[in-house]
């Protein structure tokens, strides 16, 4: 199964996708899910990994609401800034990373073999046992 998820600053997850195949690559899920508009509407911004590289090209490089980062290529490689510009947006999405561990160690996410409308359910309960948990 593959979901998106976004937590606050300190990790606290505050919403989750609807569940969709395992083969669906994250900027599908993005667009999909209208996560640009939404960030934008509510003025939000948010890191993200080199998954969702390209979702969000706006036509002022200041407007952007999900930074990714640089990423090299074989004939490109990176520069010294554009390195520490990727371990800041990393040092910045530690705690959502920590967020998703959170809501990992339900251990009955790693055996989910069922239909995504029923694992949208489940994911949605486990966000809120999550939470309760994570405030305990």
Known sequence: MHF???????????WISAARPGRTHDATAARHDHIVAHLKAAGLGAPADLGFYGVDKPADPDDLVIVTGY????????????????????????PAEHGFTHLKNWRVLTKLRTDPTRATSLLRALLVLTNLEVDR
């Not at 998106?4 to 505050?14: N, P, S, V």
């Not at 074989?74 to 530690?94: F, H, M, P, W």
């Open 71 to 94: 990423k090299a290529t074989r004939y490109r490689k990176l520069t010294t800034g554009q390195k520490t510009a990727n371990k800041v947006i990393a040092a910045g999405r530690a």
């Open 4 to 14: 998106l998820a976004l937590t606050d600053e300190r990790g606290r997850l505050i």
